[in-house]
């Protein structure tokens, strides 16, 4: 099975500071898509950002950033500047290029202390 | 303006009835999935249709139903409710199967079979 994994279930940060949750996957294709999802309390899923394998560049929404390493199967998380809205469940997903499924991670749970 | 809607928002029931879970999208989006979240938070894709047409279909008891009268709803049925059929259900819309493409996800749908 191709799988999605997180390896940290849980991580803290103090309000203002940077932290990197992380993520590695498994696939055999060539191209695919990722994904950061975000899950505060209130249950809804919203995403943070997306990359698309075959582009190099690390993509970067505001605060948020990725390190995407094809090579090594990694697509980790940078929040920067974190703020208490911050805090919640950072689910990763792996998205194929033919087909819809998402495939997501354990998820990891942030807090961000004040 | 609720991109995806879903209803009820919580749902308790007993073992054995039948319930169903009503979703809709306004995007204009052709495919729609189900997904379940587990109490340890997992997310695992159940359904998939694309235009009315179901497309995927995970290794779900055959007690769960998908129904698509039109593309822009994706109703779930579920018969003969179990105790471990307790999850949140969530609906989630894109613009098409394949490529890339975001998935919005409704607000969810707590489930609790007593």
């Known amino acids: 099975a191709q799988t999605v994994t997180q390896s940290q279930p849980e991580m803290s940060v103090q309000e203002a500071e940077t932290v990197t949750l992380s993520c590695t996957y498994d696939?055999?294709?060539?191209?695919?898509?990722l994904f950061w999802y975000k899950q505060p309390p209130s249950r809804q899923m919203i995403l943070v950002i997306r990359?698309?394998?075959?582009?190099?560049q690390n993509a970067t929404e505001n605060r948020f950033s990725v390190n995407f390493q094809k090579a090594a199967k990694s697509f980790s998380l940078k929040i920067s500047d974190s703020q208490l809205g911050d805090t919640a469940m950072y689910f990763c997903?792996?998205?194929?290029?033919?087909?819809?499924?998402?495939?997501f991670g354990e998820g990891t749970q942030l807090t961000v202390n004040p | 303006d609720t991109a995806v809607s879903q209803t009820p928002k919580y749902l308790v029931t007993q073992m054995g009835n039948d319930k169903s879970i009503k979703c809709e999208q306004n995007?204009?989006?052709?495919?729609m999935y189900w997904y379940k979240q587990d109490s340890k938070k997992f997310l695992k894709i159940m359904f998939s249709?694309?235009?009315?047409?179901?497309?995927i279909n995970e290794t779900v008891p055959n007690r769960f139903s998908p129904k698509s009268p039109d593309k822009a709803h994706l109703n779930l049925h579920i018969n003969s409710l179990e105790l471990g059929d307790s999850a949140v259900y969530f609906c989630?819309?894109?613009?098409?199967?394949?490529?890339?493409?975001?998935?919005?996800f409704g607000p969810g749908t707590r489930l609790t079979v007593l």
């Open positions: 989630a819309s894109s613009l098409r199967t394949s490529g890339f493409n975001e998935q919005f």
């Open positions: 696939t055999s294709e060539n191209n695919y898509y």
């Open positions: 990359q698309e394998a075959y582009k190099q």
């Open positions: 997903a792996r998205g194929k290029t033919s087909g819809s499924r998402l495939t």
């Open positions: 995007l204009g989006h052709d495919t």
């Open positions: 249709y694309n235009n009315k047409e179901l497309i």
